[in-house]
Nanobody
């Protein structure tokens, strides 16, 4: 049972990346999903959160209008499309899943049951 995050890398300011997080060993169908990030020397923060069927999405103010969370339950995967990236977006990004919890309007996923291993995003020229 695990979540496997991928898609990180080095990108120039203004560029885009798409992160993926695939589940193995269990189905994401009944899980609320979220992305978090942790920059060097800072606490982990919620970035975005999506409801079980994908009808509701939530974002931190710092990424609103630039990032888009989505899910494909058939592929057992959640995505984070990141556009107009800024140096301050540099962080390790983690996905998480919660069976009996919800999202805060700030993009924070409550009650995490599973975490992905993290993927590094570096935004630099």
């Amino acid at each position: 049972v695990q979540l496997q995050a991928s898609g990180g890398g080095l990108v120039q300011p203004g560029g885009s990346l798409r992160l993926s997080c695939a589940a193995s060993g269990f189905s994401l169908d009944y899980y609320v999903l979220g992305w978090f990030r942790q920059a060097p020397g800072k606490e982990r923060e919620g970035v975005s959160c999506i409801s079980v069927r994908g009808g509701s999405t939530y974002y931190a103010d710092s990424v609103k209008g630039r990032f888009t969370i989505s899910r494909d339950n058939a592929k057992n995967t959640v995505y984070l499309q990141m556009n107009s990236l800024k140096p301050e977006d540099t962080a390790v990004y983690y996905c998480a899943a919660a069976r009996s919890a919800g999202c805060l309007s700030s993009g924070y996923l409550l009650g995490r049951d599973y975490w992905g291993q993290g993927t590094l995003v570096t935004v630099s020229s």
